[in-house]
């Protein structure tokens, strides 16, 4: 997951139907010293998963309607991954279509900034893999294993055919 390691920011664009949906899948794989919690806000359904001093929030926005919020933030990484130039044409396309797919935009924020040595990435890898999710990181499409399906220089660890 090195590819995402040193971004303390990312999201996951997936298809789900509830919010409801990721607190059932974080609930099963919550760590016995670990606590969760939850609540709706003005933009999204947060939860929250700490343990010790490390947190790792979940931000969950759900397409109501097409043109709303979540439409326009999935029709613009469809559109910067459209127009990423790459050797890897099959990575492209399996990138837009997995984004055509896709009814929300889960924002995902670890705390401290240190990630690697608190097992946020196995949240992140978890949550990608269970709603066959595309993580992006503010420039690169990585899948739920953690390779770089497409950079925005066009480089990629992956193939897709």
């Known amino acids: 997951m090195s590819n995402i390691s040193s971004n303390t920011k ?5 298809k789900i139907e509830s919010e409801e ?3 059932h899948v ?5 760590h016995a010293e670990a ?4 609540e709706q806000t003005e933009n999204s359904y947060v939860i929250k998963v700490e343990n010790l001093n490390t947190i790792i929030s979940f931000h969950i926005s759900i397409r109501k309607i097409g043109g709303d919020k979540i439409s326009k933030r999935l029709l613009g990484a469809y559109n910067y991954a459209k127009k990423i130039e790459s ?3 099959g990575n492209k396309d399996f ?3 997995r984004i055509s797919r896709c009814n929300a935009s889960i924002g ?3 705390e401290p900034e240190d990630i690697e040595n608190f097992g946020h990435l196995n949240y992140l890898k978890m949550v990608s893999e269970e709603f066959n999710g595309l993580i992006f990181n503010g420039s ?3 899948d739920s294993a953690g390779d770089l399906v497409l950079s925005k220089d066009g480089e990629f660890t992956v193939i897709y055919e």
Do not use: M, N, Y
Request: hydrophobic fraction near 50%; charged fraction near 25%.
């Open 108 to 110: 995902v924020i670890f």
């Open 10 to 14: 990312s999201s996951i664009f997936c």
């Open 35 to 38: 606590s969760l919690k939850s």
């Open 87 to 89: 050797s890897a044409e």
């Open 26 to 30: 974080i609930r099963k794989h919550l």
């Open 21 to 23: 949906d990721l607190l």
């Open 140 to 142: 690169d499409f990585i």
């Open 95 to 97: 990138i837009l279509e």
